[in-house]
Structures are given as structure tokens and as C-alpha cells.
């Protein structure tokens, strides 16, 4: 009886679920749910009840809910017909990027190898759904891009532990995040940037699937929860603003313009036994000094009459960019009241043989080139001495090292680290001339700008025909002391390329107070020019402290 009964029970379920599913189905076909409505393939996002709207605000695009975003199809287009080749990319940077990172666990906690058994990004891109861009007075590109991917990859990891191979299969990942990306600075040199640098604008929303042996890792309680939110704690850290991911696309030498890390303070003491080019005196010896990749004028003595042993003492201060790299160059010059001044010899000083905040007296041979196989460096030219040191500026002070002694190196560097050191101390003055807007002249527009501080006056190229110059010209002041109570005055002017009995016309001019460059370090900042009626002067200012 017990054998029968059980039997009928199977039955029974049998012939039951059988029935139901019948049922159910007949029910689905023929009578339609009453607290459903039907919407139209098209409905206008305001007819759109507010119990289904909410179910759909976090599907919505950036575009739709805010319109400082714009629609990105045409880049979505893009990406998709690219992604089969983005995808073979970005796998192989993502292997040559692990690769190092395998190297460093291989051998502790007894594994013996790690390895990608497959690479795929699958076949689904991501989508982006809003691009934002904003405007900058920097030489740099700011945008921020809101991307979405639910992919199908196929990343599996072989770990081999002791004599068991343990595969770990990373699958169905699903992300949101929303990122913004800085191209800059902008260079003369394809593609025109040096570099991207990324940052997430918010926590970003991360879902994936880990299979270890076979086995759904994600399938226990609670640990789905925990490794997401942990996964986006950790990337947040790393990467949410205001950390950065910095991605370099141009080496620095090739197109990036370095900026003054330092200052050369090189003293001309004397020289002797130089060469007479003279036929009834002695030569009339001055030297001329300037650094290697370095476009500004040089610098020159005194003009020493008479004498082959000539007494200077001069100090000069040049702009060091990259003292590793750099050397200073002295050339000595016979001075004539006509014609070309005849050469008396030269020599070169790399940088790089000095130390920080050392001062180094020098005895140079001099020679007719750096071309060891002329045959006019035989010819005995005297000799020049000088002293050289390389003072860095405060900001980059740490970036140099040198044989120093330990203790003595820390108190330079503290006592540069004095709080109101940079209200008393010498410096530089880096003053960018980026360009004007609506500069009218009445007579004629062919604008440049002139610079004044401290009675030097230095001036740019002037740009021909235009309302709207752009100059992206910079200067150097060598300051002794912090200008506090300083003035820079700034003119734009037009001069007249043709004779004519106007040459020159002031279209406007602004007063700088320097006191604030010298609190902020820096400013960035559009002027109304005064005696204009709508010119604007964009200027760059920075104060770098020695």
C-alpha cells in the first residue's frame, strides 16, 4: 500500500502541473492585467507618469536630464565599428601592464606562475551618454564624459599554486561611471597634447560575475556586496577627484615646453693670456654668456679696452629649464667699432656637474669650437675663470639630489620652507602675454603688447590685421627681492607697418598689482584694458621663489 500510494502521489503531481501550466497559460492569453497601461512607441517624456519615470530617471542620459551635456551618437558610432581593433589594443596594453605586476608574486606564497588563458573585452562597447565642456584660461582641453558598459568580456586568469592550476574567469562586468579628462598642456607637435589626465567626478558603479574552478564566487551570501563595494572604495580612492591618472603621450624633450626650475648665478671673474687679434694694441676682450636650448638673448660683460688679462667680476643670473641637459656656454669676442667682432675662444659647462646650492669656481681652457678634431683647438687660446651655482626654486627644490652633506642639505631646503620666505626673498617672475580681444584701432590694428616693470621693458611680436591677437610670448624678471608693493604695466599697441604719419597707437593698457602673485604664487586672469572700449588682455603672472 505504501509503494501504491507513492505512485499515485507522482502521478498526481504530474497530471497537476501539467494542468496548471495549461491553465496558466490560457489565463495569460485571453485576460489582460487591469493595473498595466499600454504606452505608445513614442511618448513625450512629460505624459510619462511619475511611478514609471522614476523607474526610468536612472537609464536616462545625461543629455536628457541635464543640458549642459550634449549627445555623443556620432563617437558611440565610432567606437562600435572600432571596438573589434580597441579591443585587440587594449588587451595588449592590459597584458604588458600585468605582466610586471604578475612578475613581483611569483615565487611567494608558492605560486609558481600567472598567466591570461584568455583576453577578450567581448563583443559590446561601452556607450557614452553626455559629453560637457568646460572653459578654461589654461592651455588645456577640459571635458567630461558619463559612460556606460554592460559587456560580455572573457578575462580568465591561470594561477599555478604548488602543483594545482586555479582558474579565475571574470564575467557579465557592468560599469557607470562618469569621468572627466584634461588634455595639456597644448604643444607645437602631433597630436598637439602632452598628455591626458583622468579623474572620476564621482563614485563610480561596478557589477561583475567571478567564477573560481567553475564555481560562481559571487553565489555567497554577502560576498557579492562586500568585493563591489570594496572594489569601488579602493577605485575611488585612487582616482576620484581630485586624484589623478596621469597618461603621458609626448615625451617632454620632444613637444612639452619645460618651465624655469632654478636659477645659475655664474660670476666672470677674469681671464688671462688671451689671444691678440689686434695689429697695434691689444684686444678688447667681453664675454657673452647664455644657455643651451635656451631662446633668450644672451648676456654679455663689460667691454675690457686694451688688455689681455682682463678683470670683470660681473654677476649674471640665467633661467635654468633642465639642468641635466643644459649647458652654459661662454663666448669671448674682440670688440671693434666696425665691422664683425673677431672671435677669441669659447668653452661650455654642463650643468649637470654642479650640486645644488653649491658654488664652484671653475679654470677653463679656452678653445676655437667643441669639435675635438679642429685643428684650431690646438692653438693656445688663455684660459677664463668663473663661479657657478644652481640655486632651485622652493617648488622644486625636492626634485634635485646631490653628493651634499645630509645635514647641511636639510637645513637649506628648511630654511627655503620658511613660511613668509617668499615675501622676502629673490625669485623669478614669469610673465605670459597669451593674447587681447576686441583691440580697435582707429587708424590702423596690427596689435602688440609691450611689458614694463621696474624701468625693463620688453615687448612682443606684433600680429598684422587683427582685432583678436593671440601672442603666447613669455618673459623673465630676475628679482633680488619679492615686488610687494611693485606695479606691472602692461600696454597694447598697434604700429603701422607702412610710412606713415601715425606709426604707432595706444589701444589700451592695464596696471597689474604684483601683491597678489606673490601670495597666490600665481594668476591667471582676463583685464579690461583701460582707454579702450571693450579690449580685454589675458595674462599669465607666476612667482617661482629661489
Known amino acids: 500500500m505504501g509503494f501504491l500510494g507513492s505512485l499515485l502521489g507522482i502521478f498526481g503531481f504530474g497530471i497537476g502541473i501539467s494542468v496548471g501550466l495549461v491553465i496558466g497559460y490560457f489565463l495569460f492569453i485571453y485576460f489582460e492585467p487591469r493595473d498595466v497601461k499600454d504606452l505608445p512607441e513614442s511618448t513625450p517624456f512629460d505624459e510619462i507618469e511619475p511611478s514609471l519615470l522614476v523607474d526610468l530617471l536612472p537609464e536616462l542620459p545625461l543629455w536628457v536630464m541635464n543640458p549642459d551635456y ?40 608558492q605560486i609558481k606562475s600567472i598567466e591570461f588563458e584568455q583576453l577578450t573585452l567581448g563583443t559590446i562597447p561601452p556607450r557614452f551618454h553626455g559629453i560637457k565642456v568646460y572653459h578654461s584660461n589654461e592651455k588645456e582641453l577640459v571635458f567630461e564624459l ?19 592550476q586555479i582558474s579565475v574567469q571574470l564575467i557579465d562586468f557592468q560599469m557607470a561611471a562618469t569621468a572627466r579628462a584634461t588634455l595639456k598642456p597644448f604643444v607645437p607637435t602631433f597630436p598637439c597634447f602632452s598628455s591626458i589626465i583622468v579623474s ?56 612639452a615646453v619645460k618651465k624655469p626650475v632654478g636659477i645659475l648665478h655664474v660670476k666672470v671673474l677674469r681671464a688671462q693670456k688671451l689671444l691678440n687679434t689686434d695689429f697695434l694694441s691689444k684686444s678688447d676682450p667681453y664675454v657673452k654668456l647664455s644657455l643651451g636650448g635656451d631662446r633668450l638673448p644672451a648676456k654679455k660683460t663689460t667691454v675690457k679696452m686694451n688688455t689681455l688679462n682682463p678683470v670683470w667680476n660681473e654677476d649674471f643670473k640665467l633661467t635654468v629649464k633642465d639642468p641635466e641637459s643644459q649647458v652654459l656656454q661662454l663666448h669671448l669676442y674682440d670688440w671693434e667699432k666696425i665691422g664683425a667682432h673677431d672671435k677669441l675662444g669659447m668653452q661650455v659647462v654642463p650643468l649637470k656637474l654642479l650640486n645644488p646650492y653649491e658654488k664652484k669656481e671653475l679654470t677653463l681652457d679656452l ?17 677664463i675663470m668663473l663661479e657657478m651655482s644652481f640655486i632651485p626654486f622652493q617648488e622644486d627644490s625636492k626634485k634635485f639630489s646631490g653628493p651634499l652633506n645630509i645635514h647641511e642639505r636639510k637645513e637649506s631646503i628648511s630654511s627655503l620652507s620658511d613660511d613668509n620666505y617668499s615675501l622676502r626673498g629673490a625669485g623669478l617672475l614669469l610673465v605670459t602675454v597669451i593674447g587681447a580681444e576686441d583691440v580697435e584701432g582707429k587708424h590702423h590694428t596690427n596689435p602688440y603688447a609691450v611689458v614694463v616693470l621696474r624701468g625693463e621693458k620688453k615687448k612682443t611680436k606684433a600680429r598684422n590685421k587683427t582685432w583678436n591677437p593671440k601672442w603666447e610670448e613669455e618673459f623673465q624678471f630676475v628679482l633680488e627681492e619679492a615686488p610687494l608693493k611693485d606695479l606691472i604695466h602692461i600696454e597694447v599697441k598697434s604700429k603701422k607697418r607702412r610710412f606713415g604719419f601715425r606709426s604707432k597707437e595706444l589701444l589700451g593698457y592695464v596696471d597689474i598689482q604684483l601683491m597678489d602673485v606673490i601670495y597666490n604664487g600665481r594668476i591667471n586672469e582676463k583685464y579690461h584694458l583701460i582707454n579702450s572700449k571693450d579690449g580685454i588682455l589675458h595674462v599669465d603672472i607666476r612667482w617661482k621663489v629661489i
Not at 146 to 164: D, E, F, H, Q, T
Not at 212 to 227: C, K, N, Q, R, Y
Open 200 to 255: 572620476l567626478t564621482k563614485k563610480p558603479e561596478v557589477d561583475f560575475g567571478l567564477k573560481v574552478l567553475g564555481g560562481d564566487l559571487m553565489a555567497i551570501p554577502g560576498l557579492h556586496h562586500f568585493v563591489q563595494e570594496t572594489i569601488c572604495k579602493q577605485v575611488a580612492r585612487l582616482y576620484l577627484w581630485p586624484q589623478t591618472l596621469d597618461i603621458p603621450i609626448l615625451d617632454s624633450s620632444i613637444g
Open 146 to 164: 558619463a559612460v556606460r558598459w554592460a559587456g560580455n568580456p572573457n578575462i580568465v586568469v591561470a594561477l599555478k599554486l604548488l602543483s594545482l
Open 70 to 109: 550634449e549627445r555623443v551618437d556620432w563617437f558611440n558610432e565610432f567606437i562600435a565599428n572600432m571596438w573589434p581593433y580597441l579591443d585587440k589594443a587594449i588587451c595588449g596594453i592590459i597584458k604588458s601592464t600585468t605582466k610586471r605586476i604578475f612578475a613581483e608574486y611569483i615565487g611567494q606564497y
Open 367 to 383: 678653445v676655437h669650437s667643441t669639435n675635438p678634431n679642429d685643428p684650431q683647438n690646438k692653438k693656445a687660446r688663455g684660459q
